[in-house]
């Protein structure tokens, strides 16, 4: 089972991304999915969430209304658009599929996880 996040770089604030997180080996489509980042010296954080069939979505306040949180199960892959992107919001992007069919902003209620990818945003 592999969760593989991809679509990191280095861009320039006020740039967008648009990360990938491809599953292979089990499908999720009957499972929450999250995406948490992870700055240097900080704990991993949540960033948002979406429930199994997209009808539900969750953001942490600090992207809110700049990041949009997607999947498409038949693809088994959710994506994270990026927007209006800040200096403080360069760190490793992990992707994960929770437990249950729903979301949750605590890393521990998640099973699977991608191996990162990074987002640097420079000035």
């Known amino acids: 089972v592999q969760l593989q996040a991809s679509g990191g770089g280095l861009v320039q604030a006020g740039a967008s991304l648009r990360l990938t997180c491809a599953a292979s080996?089990?499908?999720?489509?009957?499972?929450?999915m999250g995406w948490f980042c992870q700055a240097p010296g900080k704990e991993r954080e949540f960033v948002a969430g979406?429930?199994?069939?997209?009808?539900?979505?969750y953001y942490a306040d600090s992207v809110k209304g700049r990041f949009t949180i997607s999947r498409d199960n038949a693809k088994n892959t959710v994506y994270l658009q990026m927007d209006s992107l800040k200096l403080e919001d360069t760190a490793v992007y992990y992707c994960?599929?929770?437990?249950?069919?729903?979301?949750?902003?605590?890393?521990?209620?998640?099973?699977?996880w991608g191996q990162g990818t990074l987002v640097t945003v420079s000035s």
């Open positions: 994960a599929a929770a437990r249950g069919g729903s979301y949750s902003t605590d890393w521990r209620s998640y099973t699977y």
């Open positions: 080996g089990r499908r999720f489509t009957n499972n929450g």
């Open positions: 979406i429930s199994w069939n997209g009808g539900f979505t």
